[in-house]
């Protein structure tokens, strides 16, 4: 499973990179805003810093404008996925991206539905939201099981499951189980995967033992 990073934080970014659990970024217009950063300095840093995919998404809802950005946001580097939504509008700006090389992240994706066309539009990416259905008591998490099958069923359809809106490590560990190709989560999520109960008592029980040989290893 591939890990992106959902975070306009440069700073996470990098630390992240350094362990190597950085296998491409994802961001959107929130995020952008949260960073309170002009969205092209952003991106174009995000991208000398992580070599693979760097999702950056349109701004505008009509065709016309979304394929004009498309156009802008897709030159600020060679590892851009424009991201663009799951509409009829997005889905033609996806096709034309898709038919020219460029990488595209269909984003928005709540439904089994949604998916098929997303992979007929040739999306690189398609990126069900599992955190926003659990919140409203819908299972998210069936959602990415239902488009791995349908996705397994077509081995021309191209597109990648990603899996977005992650909440907690159980989202991560479900969707892998899947086999959904990419998981993107926040910094914090991502860190919670390190954390067992066993490895922190195991291991002050290791450094209070080693103090008791009187040793030294340097
Ligand atoms: O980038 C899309 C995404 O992962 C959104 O997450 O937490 O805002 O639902 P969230």
Not at 67 to 96: H, M, Q, S, Y
């Amino acid at each position: 499973m591939k890990f992106f990073v959902d975070t306009g934080d440069i700073d996470e970014i990098k630390t992240l990179a350094a362990t190597g659990m950085v296998d491409g970024v994802t961001t959107n217009p929130s995020l952008i805003a949260k960073s309170g950063r002009d969205f092209k300095e952003v991106i174009q840093q995000i991208c000398s810093i992580v070599d693979g995919p760097v999702s950056a998404e349109v701004a505008a809802t009509d065709y016309e404008t979304m394929r004009k950005e498309a156009e802008v946001i897709r030159k600020w580097g060679d590892n851009i996925a424009v991201k663009v939504p799951l509409t009829e509008d997005g889905l033609r700006v996806c096709k034309e991206l898709s038919d020219d090389g460029t990488l595209v992240n269909v984003t928005l994706c709540f439904s089994p539905a949604q998916a098929i066309l997303a992979a007929k539009a040739g999306a690189s990416f398609v990126s069900p939201f599992v955190g926003r259905l659990d919140d409203i008591s819908q299972d998210g998490l069936q959602l990415i099981s239902d488009i791995v099958r349908i996705y397994d069923n077509y081995p021309q359809f191209d597109t990648e499951v990603l899996v977005a809106s992650i909440r907690n490590p159980l989202h991560i560990v479900e969707s892998a189980k899947m086999g959904a190709h990419v998981m993107t989560a926040p910094p914090a999520v991502i860190r919670q995967l390190y954390k067992h109960p066993l490895t922190t008592s195991g291991l002050a029980a290791f450094v209070e033992d080693w103090k008791k040989t009187g040793q030294s290893i340097l």
